[in-house]
């Protein structure tokens, strides 16, 4: 029991990094702006200024907390329990992306980040059923796989 | 906009590429079972030597760099679920190219990320 609130308290700090690091590059992507002409000075320069930005470099942070986090969720659980979660990413920025960044999301877009969530859900929820037809041991919850195997 | 659409495919192809070699190679690593510094340091010494894990992780930088390059121009709200193509791609993955059989469920949950991501396009 201990462990799957641990399990689950991981799973939603992957989400709340990967939410927040994805506004904070955003909002420094807008400040750096487009390339505009392709050669190796311009994307060198380009570059350059990415990479000193602080709110990109504050997102990547975030990110790279992310990513570490991930991949220890991924050796530890079924990646259809980390998949399901990463699902309510698609929502949960559109939402930030509104409030934080004030991007105006018209209806049609909630509509696609809605429909997309919905997608994923049903393709793990299907991949979820398979794997537990195949492994029925241990399907009540994201249990470490060593407690699969026994 | 068509460049806008190489861009996405070119993400989604990494992105995908980069979760299939990372949970391959986080297998053969092991799990992270303690947060003791010994152990961590062993682990971190098994990924680093890894090849499908280091193959992974420039996958994964490739797709960063093209969705730094998209956000620069284009909302969040219109990149982020335009990668959730990635979906779509690992379904025609794992039948085409490693001859899974997908089931009717997983079928129409791509169809429904498909429509939203066309969705998304519009406006």
């Known amino acids: 029991m201990r462990t799957e609130i641990k399990n689950y308290t991981v799973l939603a700090l992957v989400v709340v990094l990967q939410v927040i690091g994805n506004v904070f590059l955003s909002r420094g992507m807008r400040s750096v702006g487009s390339i505009d002409r392709i050669s190796l000075a311009t994307v060198y320069a380009y570059g350059l200024r990415t990479a000193g930005n602080p709110w990109v470099l504050l997102g990547f942070g975030l990110l790279v907390a992310f990513f570490a986090l991930y991949l220890a969720a991924l050796s530890r659980l079924d990646l259809s329990y980390v998949l399901p979660m990463t699902a309510s990413t698609y929502v949960l920025t559109a939402f930030s992306a509104w409030l934080i960044l004030g991007e105006s999301v018209s209806p049609t877009r909630w509509a696609g980040t809605l ?16 794997s537990t037809q195949l492994n029925p041991v241990g399907s009540g919850g994201p249990v470490e796989k060593c407690e699969d195997a026994t | 906009m068509t460049m806008t659409w ?49 193959l992974g992780v420039v996958c994964m930088a490739c797709s960063f760099f093209l969705f730094l390059t998209l956000l620069s121009g284009r909302d969040l709200s219109f990149v982020l679920p335009a990668t959730a193509l990635a979906y779509v791609m ?27 991501v066309a969705l998304i396009a519009i406006k």
């Not at chain 1, 429909?115 to 398979?130: F, H, N, P, Q, Y």
């Not at chain 2, 993955?93 to 791509?110: F, M």
Request: glycine share 8%; proline share 1%; with cysteine.
């Open chain 1, 115 to 130: 429909a997309v969530t919905i997608g994923i859900v049903l393709i793990t929820d299907s991949e979820l059923r398979k």
């Open chain 2, 6 to 54: 190489i861009l996405v495919l070119s993400l989604v192809t990494a992105d995908s590429a980069g979760n299939v070699l990372l949970t391959r190679g986080m297998k053969q690593v092991g799990e992270v079972h303690t947060l003791e510094a010994r152990h961590l340091l062993q682990i971190a010494r098994r990924a680093l030597v890894n090849p499908w894990l280091g």
């Open chain 2, 90 to 116: 690992s379904v025609l993955g794992a039948k085409y190219i490693l001859k899974e059989t997908v089931s009717a469920s997983r079928w129409i949950g791509t169809l429904i990320i498909c429509a939203g």
